[in-house]
């Protein structure tokens, strides 16, 4: 006599092949999602509270990773936008067999909730209605008597939302023109975020056009006033070759090459590169904290960072702060015109001078 197979057998070869998993859980944990708000503007984050629940008598083990308990570190959600899939742009672990510790228990009756952010994970920033759904499925999303990982998934309703984003809808993400006309892309970084950095990256550019324009005005050094003495040091043809050839690299690399932002650092500082990875810069905390403009700001964060890079102007950071950039122009120009920072404050020239 021919037995069916159970939703359990079946749920590997679905998961393999790519299919929709079953919700084999629905009769033990529950998931519900609930946005923030129906309609979020482009410099909203994208807000969403998971809630999930035991409704069964016994306590229920589910892997941590397909929760949201931790931080989202898996594509758990399904977003739609105008019905079409959107790519997921948080990471992919690969992970060893989990164990006993990587099990969440859920006693009986008890829900436990997380709110996440989803723009930093899902493209999120062209507008549009979006449907969201949580869905998520595991050979070993469960652990019954023993420990003994088994298949299982997770699903909730779908919920619609409105996103009014920075890219106007049926726009091809993730690339944003910027005001130089160069490709834009983001890396972990929410709508309100990609909105802040969009900003910055404008505000850059123009410190690096008007410190460019600048050099270019005062035939090799010749007409220089205090703002070049003061970051740069005394006059000096060589050095002010070197001064004008970083700008222009910079300034190039601002209009025409591909910048990628990284929100996903949460270090004390401004931002870091990797010198021979262009063009992707990695902002911290510090970073969010700057203003717009002005001395140790934004946009001459980026122009610090795009400096660093091999390709453009292969910067090192000889000091940092303006007192110790402007006491190296004086004591040693020939290290300050390599110095990062004294090309961002340069470039800011706050409080300004001629």
């Known amino acids: 006599m021919h037995r069916p197979r159970s939703p359990f057998a079946l749920l590997p070869l679905l998961l393999a092949l790519g299919l929709p998993a079953l919700p084999v859980l629905a009769q033990d944990v529950s998931v519900t999602i609930a946005p923030a708000r129906d309609k979020f503007a482009r410099s909203d984050e994208v807000l969403v509270r998971v809630t999930l629940q035991n409704t069964s008598a016994t306590p229920q083990y589910l892997l ?79 652990a019954a008597a023993g420990m003994r990982p088994q298949p299982g998934a997770l699903a909730s309703s779908p919920v619609s939302i409105w996103i009014d984003g920075r890219l ?5 993400p993730p690339a944003k023109q910027a005001a130089g006309g160069a490709a834009l892309e983001f890396s972990k970084c929410s709508n309100p975020q990609q909105e802040q950095l969009a900003a910055a990256v404008d505000a850059g ?11 270019a005005a005062g035939a090799g050094g010749a007409q220089y006033g205090a703002r070049y003495g003061t970051w740069f040091g005394a006059l000096d043809a060589g050095r002010a070759a070197i001064v004008n050839t970083n700008f222009t690299a910079i300034r190039e690399a ?101």
Not at 265 to 274: E, I, L, S
Request: hydrophobic content about 35%; charged content about 20%; overall charge negative.
């Open 64 to 142: 941590k990773w397909h929760t949201p308990a931790g931080g989202v570190e898996a594509p758990l959600f399904e977003v739609l936008r105008d019905g079409q899939p959107v790519r997921y742009l948080g990471i992919k672990v690969k992970r060893a067999a989990p164990g006993p510790d990587d099990y969440l228990k859920l006693e009986p009756g008890t829900a436990l909730s997380s709110t996440v952010e989803l723009s930093s994970l899902y493209e999120m920033n062209v507008t549009g209605p979006y449907q969201l759904r949580y869905r998520t499925a595991s050979g070993n999303l469960v």
């Open 168 to 172: 106007p809808r049926g726009a091809q």
């Open 205 to 215: 550019r123009a410190m690096t056009v008007d410190a460019h324009q600048y050099l």
């Open 254 to 354: 601002f209009e025409t090459k591909p910048v990628k932002i990284d929100c996903g650092c949460n270090a004390d500082y401004f931002a870091y590169v990797y010198p021979a990875q262009p063009y992707t810069i990695y902002v911290c905390k510090a970073f969010w904290n700057a203003p717009l403009t002005g001395t140790d700001s934004r946009g001459g964060t980026l122009l610090h960072e795009m400096s660093h890079f091999d390709v453009v102007a292969g910067t090192d950071d000889k000091v940092y702060g303006q007192q110790g950039a402007s006491d190296l122009a004086r004591t040693d120009p020939a290290r300050a015109v390599r110095n990062a920072d004294s090309h961002e404050y340069f470039g800011e020239n706050s409080p300004p001078q001629q």
